[in-house]
């Protein structure tokens, strides 16, 4: 199976800063990887598929790069109903796995 | 509006049995592949098993490879999880999704708001 491995796991930061959260893979899944913002009580919601490719209805301060093993998400400029939890998730193949999660905080 | 309802879930005893169900509406289902994704209390999102348009192929995690089974019925619009022998782990809110198979990647596009599983004597 492949491992991802997010990081940090959590992060506190503040309204207008860029923030990155990385994504590695314990092999290459090409470009696919998809990222997800996740709100308390709340299902996941897609943010970028394809490592780089913005899902419809998200906004442009979300980017993702990266292709093999290496990937992130940057915000470029924090919005306050950005703090949430953010997954990677390969769907490169079965079983489809998930990163562990990052926790984006209030400073 | 592309509506996933998620019913079935509840309180069983480590052992016991269960059945999820997932009522999809506002797209034409069978064209599209679908996975039961879980989420243990506090804990990260878990992929649990999919199934392709057709219901010809599936996949499953291994952590509940022979325990469980997906399955669809594409007249009724609706996706099932058939889970037997559940044990304390399987504790989870158990989301049905979308494969939205964009740009070639496949993922999660749409999801239900979930159905919760305890598993507890």
Known sequence: DIQMTQSPSSLSASVGDRV????RASQSISTYLNWYQQKPGKAPKVLIYAASSLQSGVPSRFSGSGSGTDFTLTISSLQPEDFATYHCQQSYSTPYTFGQGTKLEIK | ??????????????GGSLR???AASGFTFDDYDMSWVRQAPGKGLEWVSGINWNGGSTAYADSVKGRFTISRDNAKNSLYLQMNSLRAEDTALYYCA??????GSHPFDYWGQGSLVTVSS
């Open chain 2, 1 to 14: 509006e592309v509506q996933l309802v998620e019913s079935g879930g509840g309180v069983v005893r480590p």
């Open chain 1, 20 to 23: 990155t959260i990385t994504c």
């Open chain 2, 20 to 22: 999820l169900s997932c």
């Open chain 2, 98 to 103: 979308r494969d939205g198979n964009l740009g």
